[in-house]
């Protein structure tokens, strides 16, 4: 299932970017990977890969993580009765975005769309659930580039989201859980744009 949602996502980001290629030079077009530190902060990872095309405000981009649910990030993602008892981890998250840029150069504040899949595992005392779920994720964020507006940029964004097709209430050992419908979801990511000549 895994392979398939990933060779899926790729060709949807490929036909993206082909799509909007233009031959006249509206900015620098490139590709940029970037991570987000928080999510390394609860014991994981992730990577984002974008194209930025030639002539338009988007760019497009896939996106997979896998982390930890910890502390309070457990209260904000799912309902229970006894959140202390359940260890919670992102087994996997796929998702397909889109940015609209506000400035022309790329710099500044954004807004982006997401929709994608993922897949939360539930553990306690020995017992585990796992569940899988879309959703949809519109967020505002801004994108600041140190230098040249190119190469590292750092990126603070605001997400909302929105579930889709999640599971009833279920328990686990004596304790109840379930995805909460909407959620908000602060990050703080770096990456690095490459420009094509």
């Known amino acids: 299932m895994k392979a398939k949602q990933i060779f899926l996502l790729s060709m949807l980001f490929s036909l993206a970017c082909s799509a909007t290629a233009q031959d ?3 900015r620098k077009p490139g590709l940029a ?3 987000r530190i928080t999510t390394y902060l609860q014991g994981g990872y992730d990577l984002g890969i974008f194209c930025h095309p030639r002539n338009t405000r988007l760019s497009i981009g896939i996106f997979g993580a896998n982390h930890d649910i910890t502390g309070m990030t ?3 993602v ?3 009765n006894n959140h202390d008892n359940l260890d919670i981890q992102l087994n996997w998250l796929f998702s397909l975005m889109t940015r609209y840029h506000l400035a022309e150069h790329g710099e500044g504040f954004f807004a982006e769309l997401g929709l994608g899949m993922e897949e939360f595992k539930v553990s306690a005392s020995g017992q585990s659930i796992a569940n899988t779920n879309g959703f949809v994720s519109p967020s505002v964020g801004y994108t600041w580039y140190p230098w040249k507006r190119s190469g590292l940029y750092i990126m603070p964004k605001l997400t909302a ?3 889709l097709f999640r599971e009833e209430e279920q328990t686990i050992h004596t304790s109840t859980f379930r995805l909460k419908q909407v959620f908000a979801a602060p ?3 770096i990456g690095w744009k ?3 000549r």
């Open 33 to 35: 990977l970037e991570t």
């Open 74 to 76: 457990k209260e904000w």
């Open 161 to 163: 989201n929105f579930i």
């Open 78 to 80: 799912f309902s229970s």
């Open 24 to 26: 006249t030079a509206f």
């Open 187 to 189: 990050s703080f990511a």
């Open 194 to 196: 490459f420009d094509f």
